[in-house]
């Protein structure tokens, strides 16, 4: 056995005279199986709350979405029908998305109309987030289903046969607005839904049968905003984008979900990186007193020292006796949180007994990058302490 190593755990193992130096490794300890449970388990939740907050983008937004790089429109003609041919995708839907204002009795918001064919469904599950009243009629061409925030802002409910919700979009023209009865179109729909998602999604999105926002943007029967595809396999998504890109040419633009939501994905990102951050200065400061455990070791151990030292052993291998006593420590730190903290994340994660409210459970989600992220952290910080403390160790100290 390596001579530095056998000492080292012959020191970690057994007791000091020295009560103190007990009591300040065993808080070492604690404080390194604490940190470690504490590092994981918020990773874990990060993971969650990640995971969970990504349901409602999947349920809202395609796989894919094609625009046109010019203009608000385009015409689904057969090359585009062409192009969309492919093994990899499961279901495509044309929607005309456009920004409206909405008028209800005496109250008002500016949101957006996104009207939506009878394969939209097929793309996107966003019946399953209406909780009052129904999905789009598409055989009733002027009814709507709105954001809850929307229902709130106008004070609109469902199937309102006394007043109709009066939707107005600017007529397309060139300079000033003259006479604003002749400025904008208008159509009148009857509210049969009301959806809850997203704050975002809620007061921005009424959709409708996809004829009554063309004809409310006077576009034609092949006139499109955009198409929503859905893939057979998520994994397929970068491959499909680069073939619909060629097929389509450099008049189309073909976005991933990711890239629809680049803003959300970054938030998302930069607040679980900083919370690691964060939480590994927490570790630190906990290895602080692995540092000052050694330390206390090194003084306590001084004469054993000097015997070693006039026995032939040199200073480096001397330090390395602390370097591997705190890099032990660390380890037993690391590997009993680790214990204590991947049954706590899974037993949540079934069985949910931490709430946020009475029937939503705390999002955790068990990951081994997690796992292998905690790990890396905890030794390399756990090693760099052990050398901090071990350099104390001089020729001055041992002769």
């Not at 049969?192 to 034609?220: C, H, M, P, W």
């Not at 970068?238 to 938030?267: A, H, I, P, W």
């Not at 690391?334 to 705390?362: E, N």
């Amino acid at each position: 056995m390596n001579f530095p190593l056998y000492i080292a755990r012959r020191y970690l193992l057994s007791k000091s005279s020295n009560n103190a130096i007990n009591i300040i490794t065993l808080i070492a300890t604690i404080g390194v199986i604490v940190s470690t449970i504490a590092l994981f388990v918020v990773l874990s939740v990060f993971s969650g709350l990640k995971d969970f907050s990504l349901s409602f983008i999947r349920t809202s937004d395609p796989d894919l979405k094609i625009t046109s790089v010019e203009g608000k429109s385009f015409h689904f003609n057969d090359s585009v029908r062409t192009a969309l041919m492919l093994d990899k995708i499961k279901a495509y839907s044309k929607v005309v998305e456009e920004r409206v204002f909405l008028s209800y009795v005496d109250k008002s918001h500016v949101a957006s109309i996104k009207g939506i064919d009878t394969n939209f469904l097929h793309v996107n599950r966003l019946d399953t987030a209406v909780y009052f009243g129904n999905w789009v009629n598409y055989e009733a061409k002027h009814t709507v289903v709105v954001g809850s925030a929307i229902s709130m802002a106008l004070s609109i409910g469902t199937y309102d046969f006394l007043e109709a919700l009066k939707i107005y979009v600017p007529k397309p023209g060139k300079g000033y607005i003259t006479n604003p009865k002749t400025a904008f179109n208008q159509v009148n729909a009857q509210t049969i839904g009301i959806f809850r998602l997203t704050d975002e999604i809620d007061r921005k999105y009424v959709y409708a049968n996809l004829a009554l926002a063309q004809d409310l943007l006077n576009y034609d029967e092949d006139q499109i905003s955009a198409v929503e595809i859905r893939l057979t396999d998520e994994e397929y998504e970068q491959e499909v984008q680069q073939e619909l890109k060629s097929r389509l040419g450099s008049g189309f633009e073909v976005r991933t979900r990711q890239q629809l939501n680049s803003v959300f994905y970054k938030m998302l990102n930069t607040e679980n990186l900083v919370s690691y951050l964060v939480f590994t200065l927490v570790l630190i400061i906990a290895l602080f007193n692995v540092i000052g455990a050694i330390v206390m070791m090194i003084i306590d151990k001084r004469e054993n020292l000097k015997t070693l030292f006039h026995l032939g052993s040199e200073i480096r291998d001397i330090r390395r006796i602390f370097v591997f006593q705190g890099f032990l420590l660390t380890c037993f730190g690391l590997f009993t949180g680790l214990l204590v903290a991947i049954p706590l994340v899974i037993l949540q994660k079934k069985f949910g007994f931490i709430m946020i409210t009475q029937s939503l459970a705390y999002p955790v989600e068990f990951r081994a990058i997690n796992v292998l992220v905690v790990v890396i952290t905890l030794l390399v910080l756990g090693f760099i302490a052990s050398q901090i403390a071990s350099g104390r160790i001089s020729k001055k100290l041992v002769e």
